[in-house]
């Protein structure tokens, strides 16, 4: 797998009882910090598509962002997104390809592992 792979990454808050509020503030606040990071390529809220009363469009997916970073940055980025995640219910989507995991929150307290873990897991390799 090359350096500049990119793994692309969904991940938000994963608390039903949290309010609209809170979901926007979470993502108002970590959006521009993630977007500055060198790790990452892309950074973006999540839109979906709606389809109601006729009506076209998108609209935000409350308190979900995703980010594109690359293999060889994978440690750095789950580093950060450790530290912002790690003291609340969360959930991680990782997707390279057509391949993808979920990691809970708390499975980040160790970035090295993790970043191994995706890439073995991505790769297809057993036990991952």
């Known amino acids: ?54 009506a076209k469009g998108y609209e935000q997916l409350w308190g979900w962002l995703s980010a594109d970073a690359s293999i060889k940055n994978l440690t750095g980025f789950l580093t950060w997104l450790g530290g912002r995640l790690s003291d609340r219910p969360s959930k991680v989507k990782v997707k390279l390809g057509d391949k993808e995991i979920e990691l809970e929150g708390e499975s980040l307290t160790d970035p090295e592992a993790t970043a191994m873990r995706i890439i073995a897991a991505l790769q297809g390799q057993p036990g991952a």
């Open 1 to 54: 797998m090359a350096d500049s792979t990119i793994v692309h990454f969904t991940f938000g808050l994963n608390d039903p009882v949290l309010e609209k509020a809170d979901l926007s503030r979470f993502t108002d606040q970590l959006l521009p910090e993630l977007r500055q990071r060198d790790e990452v390529e892309q950074a973006d809220l999540i839109q979906v598509p709606i389809l109601k009363d006729g």
